[in-house]
């Protein structure tokens, strides 16, 4: 069975318009949280991405058509290939696949258009459609960049990225494809759907503090994180090195309430991506958590790691949520990233904000300062609305 590695990283985080300054705020637990623009006065914080004169530049041939979504799916994806050494004429185009998570599709876009129909009375614009469709971050990355093979979008709440990365994993693997383009990506910072995460009561008006005694909610984020996957002899022929493989996938169903999480649907998912990856879980030396920072997320998913990994025996596990918020269908794309380059550098990044951890939890969750440490195998963890659960196993090549 072919061996699938990482040939490049980019992302569009709050805080952070590359892989080296995200991983510094990352290090030194530094969150990009402010007041939400669409929300004044009201108190909620969110984190937004300041792209300044960076967009201007993509390689988009109809921005009015685009969601923002999109844009930063495009501002990462560019980074990435650029890591890759993939210039144009590199792989053929058709050998080239875009797999992105994306939860809600062109909810900024869809926020503006009944704007204009409901409150102005003007017509919808006329890429309307196009804007909100939940393929279009997709298909504005392949227009982008050339990419003439299998080309969709995976929505399954906040685990879409995590699942779209494990699908474009499987094309790789196959021989289906050369090469996948693959993450995920989220715009959800409109005020209709600010609202609406609003109204649920599990909105922070003081920072995401994941595995924290006094933790009260998470932060809703945009953003990108997207990866470049390739056959490990494929990217060898291209004179690439490289050392970090997506060893093994995971995906289970609760099969029980839309919105409250389960421990066992959680674990099923992780024993699934142990089991495809060849490893024991005393074989993962980091876990690089869901963590939400809400009351339930966090209990349910420390009950799951206790169940596979034993009570006594769970590995140093952090959330980069205290520092990026939560992007939604995004997240498992800047997670994925965030693990692959704790693997490379040795050093796991602290969960931010964890300053009182919760006792109940007895967790080792890496409180405020980055660690140290040889991360030979890890774990990526993404568990969503609706009870889908997706994990990543990823693992040092040298």
Not at 134 to 157: D, L
Not at 262 to 290: C, F, K, W
Not at 309 to 328: D, E, M, N, W, Y
Request: proline share 7%; with cysteine.
């Amino acid at each position: 069975m072919s061996t699938v590695v990482v040939s490049g990283l980019g992302v569009a985080a709050p805080g952070a318009l590359d892989v080296e300054t995200f991983w510094a705020n990352l290090i030194a637990g530094r969150p990009a949280f402010a007041p939400a623009a669409a929300l004044p006065d009201s108190g909620v914080i969110v984190g937004a991405v300041e792209e300044g004169s960076t967009f201007a530049d993509l390689p988009i041939p109809l921005p009015a058509a685009c969601d923002r979504n999109a844009v930063l799916a495009v501002a990462a994806a560019g980074q990435a290939l650029t890591q890759a050494g993939l210039v144009p004429g590199t792989v053929a185009p058709e050998r080239v696949a875009v797999v992105l998570g994306n939860g809600g599709g062109g909810l900024t876009s869809l926020d503006v258009q009944y704007e204009r129909l409901f409150a102005q009375g003007k017509r919808p614009h006329p890429f309307s459609v196009p804007r909100a469709m939940g393929s279009s971050s997709a298909s504005w990355v392949s227009i982008a960049y050339g990419a003439q093979g299998p080309c969709f979008v995976v929505a399954s709440a906040c685990a879409s990225a995590t699942h779209a990365i494990g699908v474009a994993a499987a094309l790789v693997r196959s021989g289906a494809v050369d090469v996948a383009i693959t993450g995920g990506t989220e715009a959800p910072l409109s005020r209709g759907t600010l609202l609406a995460w609003n109204a649920m009561k599990i909105m922070s008006r003081t920072g995401c503090r994941p595995f924290s005694r006094d933790r009260d909610g998470l932060v809703v984020a945009e953003g990108a994180g997207v990866l470049v996957l390739e056959r490990e002899a494929h990217a060898r022929a291209r004179g690439l090195r490289p050392d970090v493989a997506v060893a093994g996938f995971g995906s289970a169903a609760d099969a029980g309430d839309i919105v409250a999480p389960t421990a066992d649907g959680m674990a099923r998912a992780m024993r699934a991506a142990l089991q495809d990856a060849g490893l024991s879980p005393a074989e993962i030396a980091y876990v690089n958590a869901h963590g939400t920072g809400t009351r339930a997320n966090d209990l349910t998913e420390v009950q799951a790691m206790r169940d596979v990994f034993g009570a006594g025996a769970l590995p140093p596990t952090s959330s980069i949520k205290g520092s990026t918020g939560h992007s939604l269908g995004a997240a498992g794309g800047l997670e994925a990233v965030a693990t692959v380059l704790a693997m490379r550098r040795a050093l796991a990044p602290p969960t931010a904000g964890l300053d009182d951890p919760d006792p109940e939890l007895a967790l080792d969750a890496i409180p405020l300062t980055a660690r140290g440490m040889a991360i030979p195998a890890a774990m990526s963890n993404s568990f969503a609305f609706g009870g889908l659960n997706a994990s990543l196993i990823l693992r040092r090549l040298n």
